[in-house]
């Protein structure tokens, strides 16, 4: 190859591509640990919106929908239950504005308060599945109720457990020298689970 | 040499244009008998589409067995070919074509499909009874004509017809040539399909739902009717024949089969699971086959595979 | 660029640092994504010589009309087991293993976005692997309600045992569906983040493109798909009734969920292919990829209408007619992308200078094999004429003859390309054109006699058959064992040559790409120095550099 074509090139190339290249050397791993989660998560909605759909499904074709003896599901309790878990979303928020701004009892303080409430909600469904009179093999209405609110469970219990890892690492000294990812993304993974349950509440519990 | 370039195409064209008509009109022999309106109307449109897939088979293959056969490089040649980096008019066009053939292609079997019109006025059963567990307490439609569709029971691995005017059972599907055949299709285990090749019709028999089905026999004769679903172990074996017959002999064929006592019906699945095994071959254990039904009118002729 | 001089070769003689002769490492949890990709390939290769004797058993058995060979519930885990691993085991992991090989060396980076990620898919493939074979030997058999597992047929167990091959076989793809939205997640990211400087969305190879189409929809499918599964593995094993009609189940909502992903799943499979095309005719014919940007862009065109047909599989199910009609249209608006790309590969070759090597056979009697499938997909399209042959040979000549024609052939194709740089050694030209002949010819003899034998309504997953279609099963089984044999040479050719073929240089085929500019094999590290990428990808015809920093890349490589 001919080094004065290769110079001309060179010169040609622009500030942006300068930009890149010392982009390119820095190497953004949090980054991508960022995006990659945010492609799993988009990913992950669509187990739940499939799970929706057969929901919908059953609802309007089956003939006996509700099980035998069962009028249908009682709303004044999960409903504080959803607005202890919609409003974890702004103590979450909170507890991470906290950590911005370097308040690590503060940041710790509102993370520990968003693991309750999270662990209240469970707490509750738990009740509410233990007073129910049908089970999981009781029609498409019990098998689909408890796997839409199971898996939904799963989900919220993983957000706990994730919440629970990163409040023991905010006491490593230095664990936020390399930025707050797993904050981030537990904080991320807790409204998703959230936004999930509004759309379950109102396709369960509203629309009877 | 423009003209020439056009010449060339032009004749090329008419050329594959004449071979793929003919392919065509082959077409209509690779099938069994043309034995229902809905195969003559199937076979028009694929004669249909097998000239159109032939045009743009042999065109695309033609281009690259001409590059392959004429446009190869030299033993030592290690030049480059031109640079060419596309062609605006030309992707422009081969867009355009091809959604102008679908469209063509989709209008005909649409068209095709509607004038077949094999599902019954029946068919928005399966938006609203789709979780019905008790198919077999399900009547035709009230408003259903005079005469009451036959129904077609399917089980593992039996098939059952039940002529309800005239209570007759039978495991052999007969049908009056040039009528509207109207059945009614149900199964009382799982999937499995109502499929007669000559007639060039097929649908899946759901558990659970009662589905209406519709064709015109138009010759007289004896045809395979065959599951289409697979349905577990002894699938291949769930085989019976279609008679097309004239109404005369079909009425006459009725009113014998009603004045005959039900006997045991031969049923393949059933004999090959309870046949002793000679030669141990290895096998898994299955759901047991449905005992034969008892039937008026058995089959005339069995098969054996 | 284009004069690859003696001295690369000579360069080669010591071995790349960071790279150890050592072949144990294809064995050990490696993150490199080179060691990665070969695994994933080897492992998905072994089997695929497993699902192909499978078919062996299959065909064997076909050969005579009556179910003489096999028992019939053995036939029916044969094919079930055949389609199982041929899609699961061999051609999904056989493509995420060439693009975990390609993707980060042709876009200028040092692995994939998260190599450990990456390393743990990976050895989740042997691990579903062997849970598909222990199948076999336990009562009662492996799964035998074929590849789709529809209810109430996979809901049927006759041993009554919880644990079964069914429940092993959902087992099997759930883990195989984690193990590919871990490496979707991967691809996504490192095509998005971490591309060379200078290397814009439109100086990426279309391979790249191509997985990158075929991994979204691995992200939106395969999550409908594992819904499916959950609820069917429920039923199957605590008794709920989700697809159950005897408990009020919709045995029609799982073809929905199962087809919405394996649908899609064919262009999971398909796009790669389109992309080792995109690679390779260009190198042979010596011309740019013609309309690279459409090209390129066709791939997403495809990946976004490949989530709108699936009920095209359920025709004749139970499915109302605005249903079929609406399916059947999106289905046919398919033919429009592909068929951009298919004239544009034309139009790549024509007028070119083409060489014949190994390489380049494949992929023209891939693309032939492609068209003539296609054709036949589109046929199948149309809802009438699906009425009749939906379920009989004819859809298994449709399929095969993509993918074992278009699939297999262009997975040959990449293969032999991309040997030389994996290995650093060069194949032999005659065995690889030995193995194309028998196979090109193997496949039509195999595959083509099921077409008529579909259109006459010999339906598919039967051990037994009537009489009249005994002619062109005999010949599909002749032209079976023939295909299978022709993977003899292919064996010989990659094993014996691997082991002592002839030193390859870097770029044996004079082919422009970011992968060609490394030594062969690259080093651990690909890229010593970042690539600064400065032309677009197929400057065939015009001598004008890639990279403004070719001598940077590897130590190694002193500059003259
Ligand atoms: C990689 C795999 C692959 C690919 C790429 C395709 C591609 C296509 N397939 Fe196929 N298909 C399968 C794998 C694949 N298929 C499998 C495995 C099954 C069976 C599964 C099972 O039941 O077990 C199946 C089954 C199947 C069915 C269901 C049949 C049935 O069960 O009854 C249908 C129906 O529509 C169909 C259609 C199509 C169409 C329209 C395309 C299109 O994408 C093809 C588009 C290409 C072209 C059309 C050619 C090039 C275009 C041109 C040259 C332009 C001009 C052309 C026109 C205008 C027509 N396929
Ligand atoms: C990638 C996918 C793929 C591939 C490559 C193949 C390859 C082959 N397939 Fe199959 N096939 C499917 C996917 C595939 N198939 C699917 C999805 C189904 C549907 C299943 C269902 O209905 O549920 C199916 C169904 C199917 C059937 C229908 C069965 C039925 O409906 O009853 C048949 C019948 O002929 C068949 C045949 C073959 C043959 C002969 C090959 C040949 O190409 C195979 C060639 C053979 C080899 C490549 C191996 C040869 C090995 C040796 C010679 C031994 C050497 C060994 C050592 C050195 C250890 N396949
Ligand atoms: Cu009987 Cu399917
Ligand atoms: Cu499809």
């Known amino acids: 190859m001919n080094p004065t074509e290769i110079d001309a090139l060179n010169v040609a190339s622009s500030h942006s591509l300068e930009a890149q290249v010392s982009a390119a050397h820095t190497h953004d791993e949090a980054g991508n640990s960022m995006f990659g989660f945010i492609v799993f998560l988009l990913s992950e909605s669509v187990i739940f919106l499939s799970f929706f759909t057969g929901y919908i499904v059953y609802k309007t074709t089956a003939l006996d929908w509700l099980p035998k003896d069962f009028t249908g599901l009682e709303i004044h309790d999960p409903a504080i239950n959803t607005v202890v878990l919609v409003s974890s979303s702004f103590v979450i928020y909170i507890a991470e504005r906290f950590l911005h701004a370097k308040n690590l009892w503060g940041f710790r303080a509102f993370w520990l308060l968003t693991m309750v409430m999270g662990s209240y909600f469970l707490y509750g469904q738990a009740v509410e599945w233990h007073s129910l009179p049908f089970g999981f093999t009781d029609g498409v209405f019990g098998g689909s109720f408890y796997l839409l609110t199971g898996f939904h469970g799963l989900h919220v219990m993983t957000g706990v ?20 990812f797993g904050v981030a993304a537990t904080s991320l993974f807790w409204h998703f689970v959230d936004v999930i349950w509004i759309i379950l509440f109102i396709l369960i519990y509203v629309w009877q | 040499m423009k003209i020439r370039t056009i010449v060339i195409l032009g004749t090329t064209a008419i050329a594959l244009a004449l071979i793929s008509l003919w392919m065509g009109q082959q077409a209509y022999t690779w099938f069994p008998p043309q034995a229902s309106l809905e195969a003559q109307l199937f076979d028009q449109l694929f004669s249909f589409m097998v000239s159109l897939g032939t045009f743009i088979f042999l065109g695309v293959v033609g281009a690259i067995a001409y590059s392959v056969l004429f446009q190869r490089a030299g033993k030592y040649d290690t030049s480059d070919g031109p640079h060419i980096e596309g062609n605006i008019t030309l992707e422009v066009i081969w867009t355009a074509i091809p959604i102008l053939l679908v469209i063509w292609i989709a209008a005909y079997s649409y068209q095709i499909y509607n004038q077949m019109s094999i599902l019954g006025p029946m068919e928005h059963i399966h938006m609203k009874n789709l979780g019905i567990a008790t198919a077999a307490t399900l009547d035709p439609a009230p408003e259903a004509p005079a005469i009451h569709p036959i129904e077609v029971h399917a089980r593992q691995w039996v098939w059952e017809f039940y002529y309800p005017d005239q209570k007759v059972t039978s495991t052999e599907l007969h049908l009056p040539n040039q009528e509207r055949s109207h059945l009614l299709l149900k199964s009382e285990d799982v999937l499995h399909g109502f499929y007669v090749p000559a007639f060039r019709i097929k649908q899946d028999i759901i558990p659970g739902q009662a589905i209406d089905f519709e064709f015109t026999p138009i010759r007289e004769g004896r045809y395979r009717l065959r599951d289409s679903q697979y349905s577990g172990t002894y699938f291949a074996a769930m085989q019976t024949d279609v008679v097309v017959e004239s109404p005369e002999a079909y009425q006459k064929w009725l009113t014998d089969a009603a004045a005959s006592p039900p006997v045991l019906a031969y049923n ?30 058995p089959s005339s002729q069995e098969s054996h595979l | 660029m284009t004069n690859i001089s003696v001295e690369t070769i000579t360069q080669i003689e010591p071995p790349p640092p960071g790279v150890p002769e050592n072949w144990k490492r294809f064995f050990s949890f490696s993150t490199d994504h080179k060691v990665i990709g070969i695994q994933y390939l080897v492992t998905s290769f072994f089997f695929f010589l497993i699902g192909g004797i499978l078919a062996m058993i299959i065909r064997g058995e076909l050969i005579t009309p009556e179910a003489d060979l096999l028992d019939r519930t053995v036939y029916n885990a044969m094919f079930t087991m055949h389609g199982t691993i041929m899609l699961f085991l061999w051609t999904f992991p056989s493509l995420v293993g060439l693009s975990n090989y390609l993707v980060p060396l042709m876009i200028g980076a040092k692995d994939m976005a998260f190599p450990r990620l990456n390393a743990v898919a990976f050895w989740m493939v042997p691990v579903f692997g062997v849970i598909l074979m222990v199948s076999f030997l336990i009562p009662g058999g492996p799964s035998q309600s074929g590849w789709w597992a529809y209810p109430p047929v996979s809901l049927q167990n006759p041993t009554g045992n919880l644990i079964n091959g069914q429940v092993l076989w959902i087992l099997a793809v759930a883990i195989s569906g984690v193990s590919s939205i871990m490496g979707a997640v991967n691809f996504v990211t490192t095509i998005a983040k971490m591309r060379a400087p200078g290397m814009t969305w439109f100086r990426m190879p279309v391979f790249v493109w191509t997985v990158l189409a075929a991994q979204i929809i691995q992200l939106f499918g395969l999550p409908a798909l594992t819904a499916g599964a959950v609820m069917l593995l429920l039923d199957l094993t605590v008794g709920t009734s989700f697809f159950d009609p005897a408990k ?13 992903y394996s649908h899609p799943a064919v262009y999971v499979i398909i796009l790669p292919i389109f992309g080792i095309f995109s690679e390779i005719f260009p190198v042979y014919a010596r ?33 109302p007619s605005w249903m079929r009609m609406v399916f059947m249209a999106t289905t046919m608006l398919i033919s429009v992308p592909t068929g951009i790309k298919v004239f544009a590969w034309v139009a790549t070759i024509w007028g070119g200078k083409l060489r014949l090597n190994t390489p380049m056979l494949f992929a023209l009697g891939g693309l032939v094999m492609f068209v003539f499938a296609g054709i036949t997909g589109i046929m199948l399209a149309s809802a009438p004429i699906d009425i009749h042959v939906n379920n009989t040979y004819f859809v298994v000549g449709h399929f095969h003859y993509v993918i074992y024609g278009a699939v297999v052939m262009g997975m040959y194709a990449a293969l032999y390309h991309w040997f030389p740089k994996m290995t650093g050694r060069m ?7 030995l193995h194309f002949a028998l196979t090109f010819l193997g496949t039509n003899i195999n595959f083509f006699p099921m077409h008529p034998l579909g259109l006459q309504g010999m339906p598919r997953r039967v051990a037994s058959y009537d009489p009249e279609f005994a002619f062109w099963n005999v010949i599909a089984s002749l032209g079976a064992f023939l295909l299978g044999m022709s993977t003899l040479p292919f064996l010989l050719n990659m094993i014996g040559s691997w082991v002592q073929g002839e030193k390859a240089p870097k770029n044996p085929w004079r082919a422009i790409g970011l992968e060609w500019l490394l030594s062969s094999p690259p080093t651990a590290e690909n890229f010593e120095e970042l690539p600064i990428v400065i032309a677009e990808p197929y400057g065939y015809g015009k001598s004008e550099p890639l990279v403004a920093n070719p001598d940077a890349l590897e130590v190694i490589h002193e500059s003259h």
């Open chain 2, 268 to 297: 393949q699945a059933f004999e090959e699971y309870h046949r002793p095994q000679n030669s141990p071959r290895v096998g898994w254990q299955t759901v047991e086959p449905a005992p034969p039904p008892l039937v008026n009118a």
């Open chain 3, 427 to 433: 194949y032999s030209e005659g065995l690889g054109k």
């Open chain 3, 287 to 319: 011309k740019p990829l013609f309309g690279y940007k459409v090209v390129a862009i066709s791939s997403l065109v495809i990946t976004s209408l490949s989530g709108i047909v699936w009920v095209h599989h359920m025709f004749a199910s139970g499915t």
């Open chain 3, 248 to 260: 009020g189940g919709d045995p029609i909502l799982f073809q929905h969920f199962f087809w919405f």
């Open chain 1, 161 to 180: 457990l994730l919440q629970g890892i990163m409040l023991g690492r905010s006491f490593i000294p230095g664990n936020y020298d390399k930025g707050e």
